[in-house]
């Protein structure tokens, strides 16, 4: 059995006793099975780290030219940005025209609003300093954390934009060396990581049993009440993800890289799994790496140079979410936005979902900045709270898929083939 039908088979297992816990009224079981997700996410988020160091700094050494390297980081940045943009946009538009806040009964409100206040308030608190700031403010901020003042310190620290600029620095140097100096190292960097691929496979060996303790935990916590009272408001958003993904993402698989975007998502069916099931474009990013290079047939150089940066900068579905979001909450509290806040969310999103970690959860932070920039209350955040893991594993799968997307671009841009092939055993070059 492959390993993505034992992911799948896994989230099934884990829905359907999640779904027993929580209608027998055991859902307090499920804290016995839960560590075993939270031990996978654990040894997956172990490798992170190391991988996105020894790939980017391998990927940019070996790209040769220091000029190669400029042109494709300014690639993938602009088409990151330019396809946030996009998805918040359409964020914006499903939102205004689906209405996903008008209509809530006001016992229910007032009732999540109390069982979700003091988480509310807390992640509101940590975006509190963030929202004071003017856009100016925040583009010169994280230029500033881009360059870490201890290399050491964000890796332990697990700062990936810190990691990403002292990677690609030292990448790129290796470049500016003599040739007879740089290839030990380059050397040792492709053993170190052959060695970090290797530990990916035997952590990938246990994903089918931390995503069904995974589902269990979600299913059982959360029930069905607040999954049917909220359910407009998550079928708009997985309405705008998916109009997302065929309008954009398929654009360029279909008319740039001239391949079926359907083909496209069989090759990259195990990374979509992995990523829903884990809410994290970081814990999936080894997966990512092996079914660019196995399945789509792009090169290491491109894919370990591309994805890191994704995984960090590619927040489309946060940004999409994030502009449903905000209108819902304004919707609930009877505030009728205007054409320049809606124009300063797809702003503010675009920006904020930059900065946010790969991580489960960094969303909501990001979207107390959002709500505190158009002068909508942050405590509106509860009543989305109980649902924001089910929707995190949603906009993750479409932050994976844009990943992927721009891999196969660049791939494209740079000259390869890319060659799909779904039962390819050995990763090519």
């Known amino acids: 059995m492959k390993l993505y039908t034992k992911i799948l088979l896994g989230m099934i297992l ?44 391998l990927g940019s050494a070996s790209l040769g030219d220091i000029r190669k390297v400029g042109k494709m980081g300014l690639k993938a940045f602009a088409f990151f940005m330019f396809t946030t943009a996009v998805a918040a946009t359409i964020g914006i538009a ?36 963030l929202a004071e700031k003017s856009e100016l403010e925040k583009i010169f901020d994280l230029m500033v954390r881009i360059v870490p003042t201890n290399p050491f310190q964000s890796l332990a620290e697990g700062d990936m934009l810190g990691v990403i600029f002292f990677a690609l620095f030292l990448g790129i140097c290796i470049t500016l060396i003599p040739p007879e100096k740089a290839a030990p190292l380059i050397k040792a960097f492709d053993g170190l990581n052959d060695a970090v691929i290797k ?27 607040i999954l049917v009272l909220l359910f407009k408001y998550a079928i708009i958003v997985l309405l705008g993800l998916i ?16 391949r079926s975007p359907l083909l496209f998502l069989r090759a990259i069916k195990e990374a979509i799994l992995l990523g829903f099931s884990t809410s994290s ?20 150089e ?26 819902f909450i304004a919707q ?35 979207l107390a900045l959002v709500l505190g920039t158009i002068g909508v209350p942050e405590t509106g955040l ?37 060659d799909i092939q779904l039962d390819r055993d050995i990763i090519p070059g």
């Open 94 to 129: 499903v939102a205004n025209i689906g209405q996903p806040g008008v209509g809530m009964p006001e016992e229910k409100k007032t009732e999540l609003i109390a069982q979700y206040e003091e988480q509310s308030l807390q992640q509101a608190a940590e975006a509190e300093e």
């Open 382 to 418: 509860a009543l989305i709270f109980g649902l924001d893991r089910l929707i995190d594993m949603c906009r993750t799968t479409i932050n994976i898929i844009g990943d992927l997307t721009l891999t196969s671009v660049m791939a494209k841009s740079e000259g390869e083939t890319v």
């Open 302 to 327: 491109v894919s370990s140079f591309v994805l890191p940066l994704g995984a960090t900068i590619n927040m489309d579905g946060t940004a999409l979410y994030q502009a449903v979001a905000a209108i």
């Open 14 to 57: 884990g829905i359907i006793v999640g779904f027993a816990f929580n209608q027998f009224g055991a859902a307090e079981y499920a804290a016995y099975i839960e560590p075993i997700g939270t031990i996978f996410i654990r040894l997956v988020k172990m490798l992170v780290v190391p991988l996105v160091l020894i790939s980017l700094i």
């Open 199 to 225: 530990m990916v496979t035997l952590a990938m060996e246990t994903a089918p049993y931390g995503v069904f303790a995974l589902m269990v935990g979600v299913v059982a916590t959360l029930g069905l009440d």
């Open 332 to 366: 609930v509290f009877g505030i009728d936005l205007t054409f320049v806040q809606q124009l300063t969310i797809i702003l503010t999103a675009t920006l904020a979902s930059v900065g946010a970690a790969g991580v489960p959860g960094a969303g909501m932070i990001t």
């Open 243 to 258: 109009l997302h993904v065929v309008i954009t993402h398929f654009s360029f698989i279909y008319f740039y890289v001239r």
């Open 281 to 300: 474009s970081s814990a999936t990013l080894p997966i990512s790496m092996d079914v660019a290079q196995r399945n789509l047939g792009v090169s290491r």
